[in-house]
C-alpha cells in the first residue's frame, strides 16, 4: 500500500522496510515501521492506525514461524518497551514491559530472590511474545509462560489503554493466549516464584530404554524431555552435545533437571551435562542454528503412542529427513485457545531444513496427529482452519467474542488471522 496516501506516524518511522523473522520463512514490507519507546508511544501510533484505517501488528523477536506477524500497514516494533517494572517479593509477582526479552530476566529476579518457575529451550523471545503464543519449556506438574500470566496492560482496538486482572477471569483466560488479536500488550504480571538451583543430568539412552522409563521419567523429575535422533547428524542440527565416537542413530539427548540447594559459588559446576547452577542458566542452550519449526500437542495420556507413531513415519516414509524429533510435557491451563486447555499435554516438535521441500512430510505429521486430538503450537507451521480451531477448541465462541469487544474493527488482524478469528 502507497504510503502517500496516508498521514505519517507520530513518532520516528520507516517506510516499506522489510521485516523477516528469525527463522527466515516469513516476511513483509509494512508501510510503516515504528519503535515507541513507551506506553504513550504506543498509544499514539494504534490511535493513527485506526484514523488511517491501517491495520497494525507488533513484534517481538520474531521467533514465530507462522504469518502471525505480516502486516502491510504499521508493524509496531517493540524492542525498546523492556525492564522490569515492580517486583513483590512477597506475593512473588513480577511486571515487565511486553518488549522484555526472557533472557534480561534472569539476573534481575535472582537479586530480588525470586525465579520464573520454567522455561525452555530458547530464551531469546520478548515475554509479550511467549505468553501470546503459549510458549512452554517442560514439566508434567509446570505449566507455559501464558499460565502463569495475572495481569496485562494492552492498547486496544478503540485506541485504549485497558487492564485485565483477576477481577475478571474470563478476559484474562482470553489474554493468556491472544495472538496479539486483543491489542498490543505494553505490560504483563506474571506469577514467579522463590528462586533455585538445578542439578541436570544428560543421558542418551537408546529407544526401547527411553520406552521403558517413560512414565517414570515424567513423574519422577521436575524437568524431563528427549530429542529422538533418526540419523547421526541430527543432534548437530539443534546443537547438542553428543558421545564422541559414538552414533546417535535411534538414540535420545534426554534432560532431567532436579531442584537441588546449592551454596554459590563453591556449589556450582559448569561441567556440560552435569552442570549445577541457577535454573535460568541451565534451561536454555543451543538451538541458534535457524530452523523452521512444526509443533503439535496431544493429550498426555496418547503421549507415547503417538511419539512412536511420529518416529515411524520418520523410519519409514520419510527417510530424507535429518532433524531430530523433541518431545516435552506441559501442565493443562485455562486459557481459552492455550494449546493446553483443560488438558496436560505431550509436546511433539519436529523441524524441516530451510531451502529444502519439507511440506510433505509436515503435512504427513499433521494428518498423523490429527487423531491423536492434536493441537498445534500458535507460533509454529500448521495447518489450521477456522472450522479446524473451533473444533479444537471447546472455548473458541467465548474467545471470539472478547477478541470481538477489544478490536471491534480488527485493527489488530492481519490475512491470516483474519481467515481464523475475522
Known amino acids: 500500500m502507497p504510503t502517500s496516501r496516508y498521514a505519517t506516524p507520530p513518532i520516528a518511522f520507516e517506510t516499506e522496510k522489510q521485516w523477516t523473522n528469525w527463522g527466515g520463512n516469513q516476511s513483509c514490507s509494512p508501510a510503516f515501521t515504528v519503535r515507541p519507546r513507551n506506553e504513550r508511544e504506543v498509544l499514539d501510533v494504534v490511535r493513527f492506525a485506526i484514523r488511517e484505517g491501517l491495520p497494525a501488528r507488533a513484534v517481538g523477536a520474531g521467533h514465530s514461524f507462522t504469518p502471525i506477524v505480516q502486516t502491510g500497514g504499521v508493524l509496531i516494533d517493540t524492542a525498546s518497551l523492556t525492564g522490569v517494572t515492580d517486583v513483590d517479593t512477597a506475593t512473588h509477582r513480577v511486571r515487565m514491559l511486553g518488549g522484555t526479552r526472557l533472557s534480561d530476566l534472569g539476573d534481575v529476579l535472582w537479586d530480588k530472590g525470586l525465579s520464573l518457575s520454567n522455561q525452555g529451550d ?136 532436579q531442584t537441588i540447594t546449592l551454596s554459590e559459588p563453591d556449589g556450582i559446576v559448569t561441567t556440560e551435562g552435569a552442570r549445577r547452577d541457577r535454573a535460568y542458566r541451565i534451561y536454555a542452550g543451543g538451538f541458534m542454528i535457524p530452523f523452521h519449526e512444526m509443533e503439535y500437542y496431544v493429550p498426555a495420556e496418547k503421549g507415547q503412542e503417538a511419539v512412536t507413531a511420529v518416529r515411524d513415519l520418520l523410519l519409514t516414509r520419510h527417510t530424507d529427513q535429518r532433524y531430530p524429533l523433541e518431545v516435552r510435557w506441559v501442565k493443562g491451563d485455562e486459557g481459552l485457545i492455550s494449546p493446553f486447555y483443560g488438558r496436560d499435554t505431550t509436546v511433539l516438535s519436529v523441524s524441516g531444513a530451510p531451502g529444502t521441500d519439507y511440506w510433505p512430510y509436515l503435512r504427513d505429521m499433521d494428518a498423523l496427529l490429527e487423531d491423536f486430538d492434536a493441537r498445534p503450537h500458535w507460533g509454529k507451521i500448521h495447518f489450521l482452519t477456522r472450522d479446524r480451531v473451533r473444533r479444537i477448541y471447546p472455548e473458541y465462541d467465548a474467545f471470539n467474542s472478547v477478541r470481538r469487544r477489544y478490536d471491534p474493527n480488527g485493527v489488530f488482524l492481519n490475512d491470516s488471522l483474519r481467515q481464523l478469528f475475522g
Open 122 to 257: 530458547i530464551d531469546k523471545q520478548a515475554i509479550a511474545g511467549a505468553i501470546s503464543t503459549g510458549t512452554h519449556g517442560s514439566g508434567i506438574r509446570l505449566g507455559s509462560f501464558s499460565s502463569t500470566v495475572r495481569r496485562v496492560k494492552l492498547v486496544t482496538g478503540h485506541g485504549e489503554i485497558v487492564e485485565i486482572g483477576e477481577d475478571n477471569l474470563r478476559e484474562l483466560h482470553a489474554a493468556q493466549v491472544a495472538l496479539g488479536t486483543l491489542g498490543v500488550i505494553v505490560e504483563v504480571e506474571l506469577q514467579a516464584m522463590p528462586r533455585y538451583h538445578l542439578a541436570e543430568q544428560i543421558t542418551y539412552p537408546g529407544w526401547q530404554e527411553t520406552v521403558s522409563g517413560w512414565q517414570e521419567n515424567i513423574d519422577n523429575h521436575r524437568h524431563y524431555s528427549f530429542i529422538w535422533c533418526p540419523r547421526d547428524e541430527s543432534a548437530g542440527l539443534y546443537e547438542l552435545p553428543t558421545p564422541a565416537g559414538e552414533s546417535m542413530v535411534d538414540r535420545c539427548y534426554t534432560k532431567h533437571y
